[in-house]
């Protein structure tokens, strides 16, 4: 029997035909639209601007300004910038007792974003170091962000002028992925052109709800689910950087580190300052070194060894946290997991590990490493 077949008054008018679906979908936006309220309601975001310049010579920090701001799942921080527009609580000036001083550059991880100032990996860094070694240790913090990693060598005049001894640069997959974006807001950059609206961007809208990201945090607590979403779709460009060998793309990528590490070195080793690259691997990647969830056929240290011999080739120093970020027992308070930074957890981590390194250092001679074991 069909609907034609039907006695009139079983028939549904055609309108509802219309009418019942939108009234469906209404509904689903309804309710979609109230969770996502809630959502923003009970896990708020404040990406605070206000101290950001754009220049032509790229992001920097409005010279003693303050300003807050908070992951969707991290803390209210405060971002406050000494006078040289660094995230560095002690003077940036050049005084007789500035002996031992060490540059920090990178992108938002480098400066601690999501992270009250003290416990940033350079925070701590400097208290640990001062403390072993008797005399201040003196972090300045030029972290700005990953459009402007690429421009790092122009940065180098400027740790030289400010007599550091040591250049840290942290590196993480999230920088390079964006080594070639380009900050719209910097005067004579070019917008990019408009692309038709498709499912693509549906989707992407979808990924950047707050509703979204509270999910993935709680989804994501579970690691192993965190490795089931990154390898769904076989290699691609977010997981290309555990393959071995490297997608051409990646390998690009450290091709121009490569580059940049000589650019940068040509500056500082005439002026006996050594340059530290620090690898932070994204939480997965930290999740894959963990036995119980590795993947056979992926390389989880091709990138990190690729990215050691652009460094030791150049004169740099390379130290790789994924071991100490798989092997730590607080695992799961180690990043903000759906914001994607560390949390400061993951910071004291990073700071052991330089510190470590520090202290090997000629620079450091003069200290002594034993003091840090029982801070």
């Not at 309601?41 to 300004?65: E, N, W």
């Not at 400066?111 to 350079?122: H, I, K, M, N």
């Not at 180098?156 to 380009?182: F, G, N, W």
């Not at 006996?272 to 691997?281: A, E, M, N, Q, R």
Request: proline fraction near 6%.
């Amino acid at each position: 029997m069909t609907g034609r077949d039907l006695p009139p008054r079983w028939r549904l008018p055609r309108r509802d035909l219309y009418i019942l679906p939108l009234i469906a979908l209404l509904t689903l936006l309804v309710m979609s639209g109230g969770a996502e309220l809630i959502a923003r309601a009970a896990y708020p975001v404040q990406m605070d601007i206000s101290c950001t310049l754009h220049t032509t010579r790229g992001t920097r920090f409005r010279p003693m300004c303050v300003g807050l701001n908070k992951a969707v799942d991290g803390p209210w921080v405060e971002n406050r910038f000494n006078a040289c527009g660094y995230r560095t609580a002690e003077n940036c000036a050049v005084t007789p007792a500035t002996r031992l001083r060490v540059a920090v550059v990178g992108s938002s991880i480098a400066r601690g974003q999501g992270v009250a100032y003290a416990d940033t990996f350079s925070a701590r860094a400097s208290a640990d170091l001062s403390h072993a070694c008797g005399q201040t240790v003196d972090f300045q913090n030029l972290g700005n962000t990953a459009a402007d990693l690429l421009r790092l060598d122009k940065r180098m005049a400027e740790v030289v002028a400010i007599k550091s001894r040591v250049v840290i640069m942290l590196l993480t997959p999230y920088d390079l992925q964006h080594l070639d974006d380009v900050d719209i807001l910097v005067p004579g950059a070019h917008l990019p052109k408009p692309k038709p609206f498709g499912l693509v961007d549906v989707m992407g809208m979808l990924r950047s709800s707050h509703l979204f990201d509270v999910g993935q945090h709680y989804l994501y607590l579970d690691p192993a689910i965190q490795v089931t979403a990154f390898v769904r779709n076989g290699v691609d460009d977010m997981n290309g950087y555990v393959v071995a060998p490297l997608p051409p793309k990646w390998k690009s990528r450290v091709e121009q580190i490569d580059a940049l590490l000589k650019k940068m070195t040509a500056v500082t080793t005439p002026a006996g300052i050594k340059v530290v690259l620090v690898y932070v691997p994204r939480r997965v990647h930290a999740v894959l070194e963990i036995p119980r969830y590795a993947i056979a056929k992926l390389d989880v240290h091709i990138l990190d060894r690729e990215l050691q011999a652009a460094a030791h080739a150049n004169g740099a120093e390379f130290i790789d946290t994924t071991p100490n970020f798989a092997a730590a027992r607080n695992f799961n308070s180690l990043f903000y997991i759906a914001d994607g930074h560390p949390s400061g957890d993951g910071h004291a981590l990073i700071a052991k590990a330089v510190e470590a390194r520090l202290l090997q250092m000629p620079t450091f001679q003069s200290c002594h490493g034993t003091t840090l074991a029982a801070r």
